[in-house]
């Protein structure tokens, strides 16, 4: 089976524009969870989508938003960017249902907001 | 108090040793236990999951878990140069997952 995908790998943008990252997730997976990666934070849980609505959603500004398509595709969208927002932005998928939970992680999009 | 608190080392050990990395957790409530591996520019990868107290193993790894304690832990054994990397607790909670900083390992040939 093919992993998660990511696009894009890397991006460089400015302050105050807004930015979208793409996830597909590995077949058969319904549910896809967002998480920013920084070295003063770590990883830190964004949202997850499952059957096309949001989960659950961690503490991060409403600049941070996401959806799921009906193939499960993902996409989040950070809106005003600010210097801060600078991260590896990881994107990962689970099987259906709640039990189980065994996440696995696509290669992240390596934003930078100059 | 951090959710999920690890020592953030790095730790050192010598080819073919064990190395022991450690995480706990505040909330009794936590349900499921995970731990990835993450190498320098490379995304986490999972490598063991625990759900009931105990060991599990799996291969040269072995990961325990102490709810009582709120405790769990990553034994490498035979460690090797290429189990050099940072290894991630993760405990799911209210539906979340929540990671600690990460242990950084190092194997010295």
């Known amino acids: 089976k093919a992993g998660v995908t990511q696009t894009p790998r890397y991006l460089i943008k400015t302050r105050g524009q807004q930015v979208t990252l793409s996830c597909s997730p590995i077949?058969?997976?319904?549910?896809v969870s967002w998480y920013q990666q920084t070295p003063g934070q770590g990883l830190q849980f964004l949202f997850e989508?499952?059957?096309?609505?949001?989960?659950n959603k961690g503490n991060f500004p409403g600049r941070f938003s996401g959806r799921q398509f009906s193939n499960s595709r993902s996409e989040m969208n950070v809106s005003t960017l600010e210097l801060g927002d600078s991260a590896l932005y990881l994107c990962?998928?689970?099987?259906?249902?709640?039990?189980?939970?065994?996440?696995?992680f696509g290669p992240g999009t390596r934003l930078t907001v100059t | 108090q951090k959710e999920v608190e690890q020592n953030s080392g790095p730790l050192s050990v010598p080819e073919g040793a064990i190395a022991s990395l450690n995480c706990t957790y505040s909330?009794?409530?936590?349900?499921?236990f995970f731990w990835y591996r993450q190498y320098s520019g490379k995304s986490p990868e999972l490598i063991m999951s625990?759900?009931?107290?105990g060991d599990k193993e799996d291969g040269r790894f072995t990961a325990q878990l102490n709810k009582a304690s709120q405790y769990v832990s990553l034994l490498i054994r035979d460690s090797q140069p290429s189990d050099s990397a940072t290894y991630l607790c993760?405990?799911?909670?209210?539906?979340?997952?929540?990671f600690g900083q990460g242990t950084e390992l190092s194997v010295k040939p």
């Open positions: 990962a998928s689970s099987p259906a249902g709640q039990s189980s939970y065994e996440q696995y």
């Open positions: 077949s058969g997976h319904r549910s």
């Open positions: 989508y499952f059957s096309e609505t949001q989960r």
């Open positions: 909330d009794r409530g936590s349900q499921s």
């Open positions: 625990i759900y009931s107290n």
């Open positions: 993760a405990v799911r909670l209210g539906g979340k997952l929540i």
